[in-house]
């Protein structure tokens, strides 16, 4: 019986409890599909802004003041840039619906079908075609309900900045009010470990959308020099499906092998699509995530391939995404809390 009084009391129990106590509500929020989505952009979008909204705050700007300031300089650029870059996404997209035409679709796959069967005799176009059809329906399907989807959500988003701008303009007396109710001899460790938590988290927010956009850059400038159609919306596509750990260059590649297809009307632009993909992901592995990401994730690549499998079963791909960012939280709260019950002496055990 004084043994379990004695693990209950021990600074290991203690961090289990604290990490438990992280994990547990993150996990519960994630059921609730779009109030989670909502909180975690607008988590997010404060981890980014912040440091802007502290130095003009720090320049002598009310905090109010500089949070409205940002989101009209934020906003303005968003609309000039919308307005340079819309016309050309349109246009292409208004392109990429006229090339997927049925009866073109049809008379390709066909034409496709028997090309392959003549190089590989063994292969029926019948089964071919029908393959390809399969193909084709199920793409269009998937590409239908992601779109219906996404135009669902984005009504959804609207209250994002609302969020967002009482995260950030009242983000420290939050804070305070947090810590304020911690006892005493918890209150330097709770502010060490809501420092390290801040501090990474917003380094890998920032770094993953600079990541993305030098990507999705990438991507264009590759499809572009290859002379396939659309290299615009497809760089767009490239780079926002990168943040899916693993399955991300698959996915963008997916569309961009269509347009190929459709735009040449064979599959002489496999092997090259599919070396540019793999050029661009050996620049961001090997360029780009280290000068970002610099030291932000000291975690091991055998964890993090878990971790994101984890994330995948118990929340699909928002879990893949979010997988390394909750396991940071985790892990630093753990470390950080495990240290100070340590070195602060709060316990001995």
């Known amino acids: 019986m004084k043994e379990n009084i004695h693990l209950f009391r021990s600074r290991q129990w203690k961090v289990f409890i604290v990490a438990l106590a992280i994990a547990l509500p ?16 607008s988590f997010i979008a404060t981890m980014v802004l912040k440091p802007l909204v502290d130095y003009f705050e720090n320049l002598g700007m009310a905090r109010w003041l500089s949070v409205i300031t940002i ?8 609309i000039v840039g919308l307005m340079a870059v819309f016309p050309v996404v349109t246009k292409q997209i208004e392109q990429i619906s006229t090339t997927f035409d049925k009866e073109r679709i049809a008379a390709m796959m066909n034409d496709l079908s028997l090309s392959v069967s003549r190089q590989i005799p063994f292969l029926k176009s019948a ?9 084709l329906v199920g793409f269009g399907n998937t590409a239908g309900n992601t779109l219906s989807g996404i135009v669902g959500t984005a009504a959804t988003l609207a209250i994002v900045p609302f969020i967002t701008f009482f995260l950030l303009n009242d983000y420290y007396s939050m804070q305070k009010a947090f810590i304020r109710n911690m006892p005493n001899k918890y209150f330097e460790m709770t502010l060490n470990i809501m420092y390290k938590i801040e501090d990474q988290l917003s380094k890998y927010i920032r770094g993953t959308v600079i990541e993305s956009i030098i990507v999705a850059v990438l991507y264009m400038i590759a ?15 490239g780079g926002i499906t990168n943040v899916i750990p693993f399955a991300g260059p698959f996915i963008g590649g997916i569309p961009v092998l269509l347009i190929s297809i459709v735009q040449f009307g064979n599959l002489s632009m496999l092997v090259p699509v599919v070396i540019s993909i793999i050029l661009v992901q050996q ?26 499998l984890v994330g995948n079963e118990m929340l699909g791909v928002m879990g893949m995404i979010l997988a390394v960012p909750i396991y940071t939280i985790i892990f630093v709260t753990a470390k ?14």
Do not use: C, R
Not at 224 to 232: D, E, K, P, Q, R
């Open 283 to 308: 620049v961001d592995q090997m360029v780009v995530q280290p000068a970002v990401f610099s030291k932000i994730m000291d975690i091991h690549p055998l964890t993090m391939f878990i971790v994101i």
């Open 127 to 135: 089964v071919i075609l029908d393959q390809f059809n399969q193909i």
């Open 223 to 237: 499809y572009f020099f290859l002379g396939i159609n659309y290299a615009t919306v497809l760089g767009l596509i």
């Open 336 to 349: 950080e809390t495990n240290w100070g019950l340590k070195n602060y002496k709060i316990t001995h055990t």
């Open 71 to 78: 989101f009209i300089v934020l906003g303005s650029v968003f």
């Open 26 to 41: 993150l996990y519960v929020t994630s059921t609730f599909d779009e109030l989670f989505l909502i909180l975690v952009i």
